[in-house]
């Protein structure tokens, strides 16, 4: 698995920073390996179609879900893939940070 860079971490960050965007990941999430349609968004929501194609939008350009198409209709779907760097990234930058505070602390007794 590939780590993030700074810059590549800072910007899932940032598209994971809105409450209705976590929202969304987690909606999809329960789908399982299923996919989701903006719709289906919507209806567990309740916000305007818009609004949920435009977190969408943030969520797909950062790579945190995929698209697909079904039909006339846009699909959606977790890349678990993206998330597992994610995951691993963050692990690695709070278990660093918690040893860095540590040894601070140490250092300050």
């Given at each position: 698995?590939?780590?993030?860079?700074?810059?590549?971490?800072?910007?899932?960050?940032?598209?994971?920073?809105h409450?209705?965007?976590?929202?969304?990941?987690?909606i999809l999430?329960?789908?399982g390996?299923?996919?989701?349609?903006?719709?289906?968004?919507?209806?567990?929501?309740?916000?305007?179609?818009?609004?949920?194609?435009?977190?969408?939008?943030?969520?797909?350009?950062?790579?945190?879900?995929?698209?697909?198409?079904?039909?006339?209709?846009?699909?959606?779907?977790?890349?678990?893939?993206?998330?597992?760097?994610?995951?691993?990234?963050?692990a690695?930058?709070f278990?660093?940070?918690?040893?860095?505070?540590?040894?601070?602390?140490?250092?300050?007794?």
């Amino acid at each position: 698995m590939n780590s993030l860079e700074d810059d590549d971490l800072a910007n899932l960050m940032r598209a994971l920073g809105h409450p209705v965007r976590l929202n969304i990941l987690r909606i999809l999430g329960e789908q399982g390996r299923s996919e989701c349609c903006c719709t289906d968004v919507i209806q567990c929501l309740s916000l305007a179609q818009s609004t949920v194609s435009q977190h969408i939008k943030v969520l797909l350009d950062a790579g945190l879900v995929e698209r697909h198409a079904k039909g006339t209709r846009n699909c959606y779907s977790l890349r678990r893939d993206r998330l597992d760097q994610l995951d691993a990234a963050c692990a690695g930058l709070f278990t660093g940070l918690s040893a860095d505070l540590s040894g601070t602390r140490k250092e300050l007794a």
